[in-house]
């Protein structure tokens, strides 16, 4: 066949002018055989009809490959369409999986919200019962004003409004007489004006001088512990609670705040709309913090949170508005992380506080060795204004807390019948030993704070937040 397929091309050669020459090439096809090709151009066409060609060959060929990698891409080579049929259903049964685990969220959410209705619902209940108890109630009866006595006030028994109080001006009246019989003479003569005044005198108790409880007097008595809430779970074991005394808006001064502070990842502040709401333990906020917290040494100033970040000596200033740290400083040599902490323990290196002069802060330092350090902050930048060094040794007392400027410290967390055992005055630089009963009545006191707000302390007891009452003692005149 191939020589035959020579003779003919010799032929044709032989027949082509000397313009129109034949070519052939030779080389391997596709599938690497040896294949030689002739060429000649047409005497009469000056182009072939498209009827095929290698073009089309070639295009045939590609489409062909195109075919056989679709093939595979569909699961030609690992089982046809038994394997694709199966990879779909084990995708459609993973579809299925998360959406039944979404259900179940979206089930105990539902649940939840239906708990929280309920418990609404029972204090809506409350309030209604509440409310016609009160509208049934009778309206206290109304006591008639007696109209002044002509003789009276001709006799100089009654003054105007501004003098001196009716009481003692009878009293002056019955020792000018010279005899208290003459006083009884006039109650008698004068019985049912005498009477109602008496009455308007006496409903006014006299000051004793003891308590100046709006100024900033020295702490006389502690109160007995009042229990307004247990923690319900053991992150609650320790904690802290505060009110800020100069509230900014979005959140009022009835704003109730706690942080529970036992675990790693302490970062969650719950907000109250007011005492009744913490009693109950229904949160209106809930905000994460940027830093973990550190022990139970934080508190509440003008719209921000003061706290300890976590095993540092770091002081974060949260904006509770924006939800935002608006500063941070480390606070100068103080130890941290169980260097100098209360007698307790719990990681309590430094102690923030208010009162009616500012913020503070109770730690220690290397230089101190371990003796109390009491330094005012500014509470915009963190800085320290100006810093105080005690004689009491930090470990050595379970707890503190600053009114007016004087830092009391507490002897012990645990005993049941404590004291208030140092005081010591930044106005003065001066401490003194003193003895004020403390009680704590649960036996774990974690935290000690005097609250400005309600001019209370407020503590932490072993799962239990609790208030004391206050009494304070005139203040001094400089």
């Given at each position: 066949?191939?020589?035959?397929?020579?003779?003919?091309?010799?032929?044709?050669?032989?027949?082509?002018?000397?313009?129109?020459?034949?070519?052939?090439?030779?080389?391997?096809?596709?599938?690497?055989?040896?294949?030689?090709?002739?060429?000649?151009?047409?005497?009469?066409?000056?182009?072939?009809?498209?009827?095929?060609?290698?073009?089309?060959?070639?295009?045939?060929?590609?489409?062909?490959?195109?075919?056989?990698?679709?093939?595979?891409?569909?699961?030609?080579?690992?089982?046809?369409?038994?394997?694709?049929?199966?990879?779909?259903?084990?995708?459609?049964?993973?579809?299925?999986?998360?959406?039944?685990?979404?259900?179940?969220?979206?089930?105990?959410?539902?649940?939840?919200?239906?708990?929280?209705?309920?418990?609404?619902?029972?204090?809506?209940?409350?309030?209604?019962?509440?409310?016609?108890?009160?509208?049934?109630?009778?309206?206290?009866?109304?006591?008639?004003?007696?109209?002044?006595?002509?003789?009276?006030?001709?006799?100089?028994?009654?003054?105007?409004?501004?003098?001196?109080?009716?009481?003692?001006?009878?009293?002056?009246?019955?020792?000018?007489?010279?005899?208290?019989?003459?006083?009884?003479?006039?109650?008698?003569?004068?019985?049912?004006?005498?009477?109602?005044?008496?009455?308007?005198?006496?409903?006014?108790?006299?000051?004793?001088?003891?308590?100046?409880?709006?100024?900033c007097g020295e702490l006389v008595s502690v109160g007995e512990p009042v229990t307004h809430r247990k923690a319900d779970n053991i992150a609650g074991k320790y904690g802290v609670w505060m009110q800020d005394p100069e509230a900014v808006s979005p959140y009022g001064p009835s704003m109730v705040w706690r942080i529970?502070?036992?675990?790693?990842?302490?970062?969650?502040?719950?907000?109250?709309?007011?005492?009744e709401q913490l009693s109950k333990g229904f949160p209106s906020k809930v905000l994460l913090l940027p830093e973990l917290v550190e022990s139970t040494g934080a508190t509440i100033y003008r719209g921000s949170l003061y706290y300890q970040r976590r095993r540092s000596r770091t002081l974060i200033r949260y904006d509770?508005?924006?939800?935002?740290?608006?500063?941070?400083?480390?606070?100068?040599?103080?130890?941290?992380?169980?260097?100098?902490?209360?007698?307790?323990?719990?990681?309590?290196?430094?102690?923030?506080?208010?009162?009616?002069?500012?913020?503070?802060?109770?730690?220690?330092?290397?230089?101190?060795?371990?003796?109390?350090?009491?330094?005012?902050?500014?509470?915009?930048?963190?800085?320290?204004?100006?810093?105080?060094?005690?004689?009491?040794?930090?470990?050595?007392?379970?707890?503190?807390?600053?009114?007016?400027?004087?830092?009391?410290?507490?002897?012990?967390?645990?005993?049941?019948?404590?004291?208030?055992?140092?005081?010591?005055?930044?106005?003065?630089?001066?401490?003194?030993?003193?003895?004020?009963?403390?009680?704590?009545?649960?036996?774990?006191?974690?935290?000690?704070?005097?609250?400005?707000?309600?001019?209370?302390?407020?503590?932490?007891?072993?799962?239990?937040?609790?208030?004391?009452?206050?009494?304070?003692?005139?203040?001094?005149?400089?």
């Amino acid at each position: 066949m191939f020589p035959l397929l020579l003779l003919c091309m010799c032929g044709l050669l032989l027949r082509a002018d000397a313009q129109d020459r034949a070519a052939l090439w030779r080389g391997n096809d596709r599938a690497g055989r040896c294949q030689y090709t002739f060429t000649v151009p047409s005497p009469v066409e000056s182009s072939c009809p498209q009827t095929g060609g290698p073009e089309m060959e070639g295009l045939k060929a590609r489409l062909g490959l195109l075919e056989v990698l679709v093939s595979r891409l569909t699961g030609g080579e690992t089982g046809g369409p038994q394997a694709a049929g199966a990879r779909a259903q084990s995708d459609l049964q993973e579809a299925l999986n998360r959406a039944t685990g979404e259900r179940n969220l979206l089930q105990g959410e539902k649940e939840r919200l239906e708990r929280e209705l309920g418990g609404l619902q029972r204090r809506m209940e409350e309030m209604r019962r509440e409310t016609e108890k009160l509208r049934s109630r009778p309206c206290p009866p109304q006591t008639p004003v007696v109209p002044p006595n002509p003789s009276l006030q001709s006799s100089g028994l009654m003054r105007p409004a501004g003098g001196s109080s009716q009481m003692s001006h009878l009293m002056t009246r019955a020792n000018r007489q010279g005899d208290s019989s003459s006083l009884r003479d006039s109650a008698w003569q004068y019985g049912p004006s005498f009477q109602e005044l008496k009455a308007e005198v006496t409903e006014v108790p006299a000051p004793d001088g003891s308590e100046d409880n709006t100024g900033c007097g020295e702490l006389v008595s502690v109160g007995e512990p009042v229990t307004h809430r247990k923690a319900d779970n053991i992150a609650g074991k320790y904690g802290v609670w505060m009110q800020d005394p100069e509230a900014v808006s979005p959140y009022g001064p009835s704003m109730v705040w706690r942080i529970d502070t036992i675990g790693t990842e302490v970062r969650q502040l719950f907000g109250y709309d007011d005492m009744e709401q913490l009693s109950k333990g229904f949160p209106s906020k809930v905000l994460l913090l940027p830093e973990l917290v550190e022990s139970t040494g934080a508190t509440i100033y003008r719209g921000s949170l003061y706290y300890q970040r976590r095993r540092s000596r770091t002081l974060i200033r949260y904006d509770l508005a924006s939800e935002s740290t608006a500063a941070r400083r480390d606070l100068p040599h103080a130890g941290f992380h169980g260097q100098y902490p209360y007698s307790w323990g719990g990681y309590t290196d430094i102690d923030l506080s208010v009162d009616e002069q500012g913020l503070w802060a109770v730690y220690s330092t290397s230089k101190a060795k371990g003796a109390i350090v009491i330094s005012q902050l500014d509470p915009n930048t963190l800085e320290v204004k100006k810093s105080w060094e005690t004689n009491i040794r930090k470990t050595s007392v379970a707890n503190s807390f600053i009114i007016c400027g004087r830092m009391y410290t507490v002897s012990s967390y645990a005993a049941p019948n404590a004291i208030i055992n140092h005081v010591y005055d930044t106005a003065t630089s001066e401490g003194k030993a003193v003895a004020i009963p403390f009680r704590n009545k649960y036996h774990y006191n974690s935290m000690v704070d005097y609250n400005l707000a309600q001019r209370k302390l407020f503590a932490w007891d072993n799962f239990h937040i609790v208030s004391y009452d206050l009494r304070l003692g005139h203040k001094q005149a400089n």
